[in-house]
């Protein structure tokens, strides 16, 4: 499903672009997907995860806008999620499902994320998804950059993204850099210490806006590793702060949580 929306949407909008000569296409590389074997691992031990769901206080900024409260935070795989902030001014929530989704303010409304804006993993605060993916989707590619410092911290740097080779190369590198998700292992524990990706305005998924999520103070919950806080920082701005209460694995999560509601018109994209 996820594919099928991916391919749709670029070739309705790029279908005019031109077409250049073949590049080659990014391949798994296995120092790669041995390092992603060995952070599952430390992140899940024997447990063949199926879904999270992780409760937390919340700390939310928005320019001079400092709200608190709680906040759950549930996926389903790397394509399914659903975080809702019980706010100080009312309740947020974002649900992400097969490369669609919305967000509902505090006023209720709701809107369409855009299309370009869906097609990074939804698992953003519990990425071990999108290393799982790895084994069954055949369009996800993984790479080593290497080992470096991140925040003052040692890790290795691994890069996944989605390739589809058999598109019109323009094709095939937009979804390549609109995909991709810069993941930074702890160089000692091989837990996710950070992981970057960009978001972008609704009608221009060629700008970019940086996106960083920060995990530390990883605590074992029914033998899975799960950090305890997770902040969210855009364009180096710390937005969502969340100090982990409680964490549920395999709790079996219906897929229905991740239903999309009925969009408005004028809250489409």
């Given at each position: 499903m996820f594919t099928r929306v991916l391919l749709f949407f670029f070739l309705t909008t790029?279908?005019?672009?031109?077409?250049?000569?073949?590049?080659?296409?990014?391949?798994?590389?296995?120092?790669?997907?041995?390092l992603a074997n060995k952070a599952l691992q430390a992140l899940a031990g024997s447990t063949a995860l199926s879904d999270i769901t992780i409760q937390a206080n919340a700390t939310y900024i928005a320019g001079s806008d400092l709200e608190t409260g709680t906040a759950t935070l549930i996926a389903l795989g790397n394509q399914q999620s659903a975080v809702t902030l019980n706010l100080t001014n009312g309740e947020r929530q974002e649900i992400r499902n097969d490369g669609a989704g919305v967000w509902?303010?505090?006023?209720?409304?709701?809107h369409?994320?855009?299309?370009?804006?869906?097609?990074?993993?939804?698992?953003?605060f519990f990425p071990a998804f999108s290393l799982l993916a790895l084994a069954s989707d055949p369009t996800m590619v993984i790479t080593l950059v290497?080992?470096?410092v991140h925040s003052g911290e040692q890790v290795y740097h691994l890069v996944l993204l989605h390739n589809l080779p058999e598109q019109i190369p323009n094709v095939a590198l937009l979804i390549q850099r609109v995909?991709?998700?810069?993941?930074y292992l702890d160089a000692v524990s091989l837990l996710p210490a950070a992981l970057d990706f960009n978001a972008h305005p609704d009608t221009d998924a060629d700008t970019n806006f940086p996106v960083?999520?920060?995990?530390?103070?990883?605590?074992?919950?029914?033998?899975?590793?799960?950090?305890?806080?997770?902040?969210?920082?855009?364009?180096?701005?710390?937005?969502?702060?969340?100090?982990?209460?409680?964490?549920?694995?395999?709790?079996?999560?219906?897929?229905?949580?991740?239903?999309?509601?009925?969009?408005?018109?004028?809250?489409?994209?």
């Open positions: 790029l279908i005019s672009s031109p077409i250049n000569a073949q590049t080659p296409a990014p391949v798994s590389d296995p120092n790669a997907v041995a509902i303010g505090s006023d209720g409304t709701v369409a994320m855009a299309m370009h804006n869906c097609f990074i993993d939804a698992d953003w290497g080992q470096e995909t991709r998700m810069d993941l960083e999520i920060r995990f530390s103070a990883y605590q074992s919950s029914n033998g899975v590793q799960a950090p305890t806080r997770i902040q969210k920082y855009i364009q180096n701005s710390l937005v969502l702060d969340l100090a982990v209460t409680g964490v549920a694995v395999n709790s079996g999560v219906p897929a229905s949580v991740f239903t999309l509601p009925t969009v408005p018109a004028g809250g489409a994209q």
